[in-house]
């Protein structure tokens, strides 16, 4: 599923807006000032109606193609929406958040990452940090029982557990090395591998669409690759109380339908039920009313 043309024809950008078109100018002229003289292409998905004007004045005071879907498609719906309208055969496809912004020459790493590695690496990701430069851990294993539940119990009181830091992968991010799956925060992606697979599952509303698409590259046989050389900053924004529950809980219910579809097998059935019960009440409890509200890092392009 090689690419030949990627370096002729250069890049498509496309991120998912949703009440965030502040964060248009911001990431556009990052991406420029880091392309280089690889050719972008760049289109903004807005998944909100309420502000849909503003986002494409906004868009188009930037020379960036807009496209408005039709409600709120999720993260990975309005990807594959985005996408769908723009001709792409051959171009690999850099997907990315609004509020990323590229450091250095971390689309050209990035892209070079792809055009050296052998075909069968489907996507490459950067090295994500956040606003006080600190890594976040965004090229991870795949989750299962075992790292799932040590996580899930020990992972806000004691970071350091040994099931945290297998689920978050947290080794080594100074080399390139092959990983289960990126971060859909940003990554890039071979247009002929994202056609195969029809894109994102939009069965994932909201979180997991990343995870579920890494798990779908290597069972077809494909790999994902942690490209060092690049590094994007992803600020994120914080957000109320009110989303940041609805956010959680929506986490909550893309992890289970990610683990049922995983242990999927009809033996497997109590598993599930179990896997779905706990989620829920470990969803419960964290969004129960008069909880103390910490400050969480909200997807605002429903990622």
């Known amino acids: 599923m090689s690419d030949a043309r990627d370096r002729r024809t250069g890049v498509i950008v496309v991120t998912v807006l949703y009440r965030s078109g502040d964060e248009l100018a911001g990431f556009v002229d990052s991406a420029r000032s880091s392309a280089g003289d690889v050719e972008l292409e760049i289109v903004a998905v807005n998944n909100s ?5 503003d986002a494409r004045r906004r868009a188009e005071a930037l ?37 990323v912004r590229f450091l250095g020459d971390a689309i ?33 294993r795949l989750p299962s029982v075992s790292t799932g539940v040590g996580h899930a119990l020990l992972g806000s009181i004691a970071p350091s557990n040994p099931w945290t830091q297998r689920y978050r992968a947290i080794d080594d991010y100074t080399r390139d090395r092959d990983v289960e799956w990126l971060s859909g925060a940003c990554l890039l992606i071979r247009a002929a591998w994202f056609d195969t697979l029809d894109g994102f599952d939009t069965s994932y509303f909201m979180y997991f669409e990343d995870v579920d698409l890494g798990a779908r590259i290597q069972s077809n046989g494909g790999r994902n690759r942690f490209v060092a050389a690049a ?21 909550h219910r893309s992890a289970a339908l990610f683990l049922s579809r995983r242990y999927g097998r009809w033996y497997q059935a109590p598993l599930r039920a179990a896997l779905r019960c706990g989620l829920y009440l470990r969803s419960t409890i964290l969004t129960r009313p008069g909880r103390r509200t910490v400050s969480r890092t909200s997807k605002k392009a429903s990622r």
Not at 49 to 53: K, L, M, P, S, T
Not at 71 to 97: D, F, K, M, Q, S
Not at 109 to 127: F, I, N
């Open 108 to 140: 050209p790493s990035m892209l070079d990452g792809l055009q050296h590695a052998d075909s069968d690496v489907a996507a490459v990701g950067p090295r994500i940090v956040d606003a006080d430069g600190i890594v976040y851990p965004s090229a991870r």
């Open 231 to 251: 590094t994007v900053q992803h600020t994120g924004a914080h957000s109320t109380s009110t989303s940041a529950d609805a956010m959680l809980r929506a986490h």
């Open 49 to 53: 109606a309420e502000d849909a004007d």
């Open 63 to 99: 020379g960036v193609r807009f496209v408005q879907a039709p409600g709120n498609l999720g993260y990975g719906g309005g990807i594959n929406h985005g996408l769908a309208t723009v001709p792409h055969a051959g171009r690999p496809v850099l997907i990315a958040n609004p509020d």
